[in-house]
């Protein structure tokens, strides 16, 4: 399995919070990528990373930032948490140099509740 | 805009039979394309990837195809068995500098004993 460690993994706050998730990758992939999973959305992207402090938007990043200070450590932030930001959030990684294939890992997911 | 679809939503089978899943890209040009499994709260756990240049790949009883020009993949298991019972997604990755992944809302699977 790819060392993707994501925390909390569970996690229940309040409207109006900020609220911060984690991605820890020991796998030196330069790709790092936030999702959100929801019934009847199903998976999409809302920011992803292409290098140390290098990130970009994804098709729901509206209501979330993101920051990559390190190769390992991707933080998703919810600067004041709202209810339709629950759901659970997917972080993933995959790299194409060398002997990668571009192939994409999946962490374990991180549930979010908003109250 | 890419846009990724898998039929049926949801299949239920008998032990030991095969079966196909589908999934429908809208645009041929991709990266790749991937097929996942999930367990009910669960992550994802990749199971094939197809490079654009492949028409298949193999990995014990699962075997998924690549044909660009008509935008379509399959997944095929063979002698199902109860242990298969997950949902399936298909993702395709767009040859942009940004390696994203576009989803299919998935296929859940039940195979029944």
């Known amino acids: 399995d790819a060392g993707i460690t994501q925390s909390p993994r569970h996690k229940v706050t309040e409207t109006g919070t900020p609220v911060t998730l984690r991605c820890h990758q020991t796998e030196n992939h330069r790709y790092m990528y936030w999702y959100r999973q929801d019934p009847g959305h199903g998976l999409r992207l809302i920011h992803y990373s292409y290098g140390v402090k290098d990130t970009d938007k994804g098709e729901v990043s509206d209501g979330y930032s993101v920051s990559r200070s390190k190769t390992e450590d991707f933080l998703l932030t919810l600067e004041s948490a709202t209810s339709s930001q629950t759901s659970v959030y997917f972080c993933?990684?995959?790299?194409?140099?060398?002997?990668?294939?571009?192939?994409?890992?999946f962490g374990e997911g991180s549930r979010l509740t908003v109250l | 805009k890419q846009e990724v679809t898998q039929i049926p939503a949801a299949l239920s089978v008998p032990e030991g039979e095969n079966l196909v899943l589908n999934c429908s890209f809208t645009d041929s040009a991709i990266y790749n394309l991937q097929w996942f499994r999930q367990d009910p709260g669960k992550g994802l756990t990749s199971l094939l990837l197809i490079q654009s240049s492949q028409r298949e790949q193999t990995s014990g009883r699962l075997n998924a195809s690549l044909d660009k020009s008509s935008g379509r993949s399959t997944l095929y298991i063979a002698a199902s068995q109860p242990g298969d019972s997950a949902t399936y997604l298909c993702?395709?990755?767009?040859?942009?500098?940004?390696?994203?992944?576009?989803f299919g809302s998935g296929t859940r699977l039940l195979v029944r004993p």
């Open positions: 993933a990684i995959s790299d194409s140099t060398g002997t990668l294939t571009g192939e994409l890992f």
């Open positions: 993702a395709v990755k767009t040859p942009d500098s940004s390696y994203k992944l576009i």
